[in-house]
């Protein structure tokens, strides 16, 4: 079955210190991995993507993420948390075809403590 | 580029009666578009996926005729909640589709009283 599990539903960081959230897939096909960030109330902001290449890539907001296929992971990091941060952390996985939904992992909420 | 509204962002209505939900796309035209709610502190599930000039799919267990889409233009899809109730209440959120990546609206807060 495919799917996206996010293990920690809670995590508070120290504003200042290094943050890692994670993500491990299971999907049948060659997977299109993407991180969002959900403010209270808003919708859905993407952080960054991968599609092919490079392992480790970067997005907006100072975030990076790095692909493991052999672990089926992409987990999200960030080397300096700021209090702006707080906010709802959302993987996602599709096939990156036309028409293809994406399959959400329960989300990570991410407290950032001054 | 890539932007997605969403209208109205909240809305409250009385059991019984039904809403309309407006998804655009206001730069790029979206064959696909998608359908998810969000129940608070969860997840997105994925309601129904919409496809310009065809009817809707919709997700096992997502009542067709209760949640009726709409998708008459590659620019704007609708959701319409028929008969709400109470427990139809939820953050509903819709994206659309271009190439490899799916481009999120703002959501719309739907409150049933």
């Known amino acids: ?114 | 580029g890539a932007v997605v509204s969403q209208h109205p962002s909240r809305v409250i209505c009385k059991s019984g009666t039904s809403v309309k939900i407006e998804c655009r796309s206001l730069d790029f035209q979206a064959t696909t578009m998608f359908w998810y709610r969000q129940f608070p502190k969860q997840s997105l599930m994925l309601m129904a996926t919409s496809n310009e000039g065809s009817k809707a799919t919709y997700e096992q267990g997502v009542e067709k005729d209760k949640f009726l889409i709409n998708h008459a233009s590659l620019t704007l899809s609708t959701l319409t909640v028929t008969s709400a109730h109470p427990e139809d209440s939820s953050f509903y959120i819709c994206s659309a589709d271009r190439e490899h990546e799916q481009y999120f609206g703002p959501g719309t807060r739907l409150t049933v009283t």
Not at chain 1, 26 to 46: H, K
Not at chain 1, 67 to 96: I, M, T
């Open chain 1, 1 to 114: 079955a495919q799917s996206v599990t996010q293990p920690d539903i809670h995590i508070t960081v120290s504003e200042g210190a290094s943050l890692e959230l994670r993500c491990n897939y299971s999907y049948g096909a060659t997977p299109y991995l993407f991180w969002y960030v959900q403010s209270p109330g808003q919708g859905l902001q993407l952080l960054l993507k991968y599609f092919s290449g490079d392992t480790l890539v970067q997005g907006i907001k100072g975030f990076e993420a790095e692909f493991k296929r052999s672990q089926s992971s992409f987990n999200l990091r960030k080397p300096s948390v700021h209090w702006s941060d707080a906010a709802e952390y959302f993987c996602a996985v599709g096939a990156g075809q036309a028409g293809t939904a994406l399959i959400f992992g329960k989300g990570t909420t991410l407290s950032v403590s001054s």
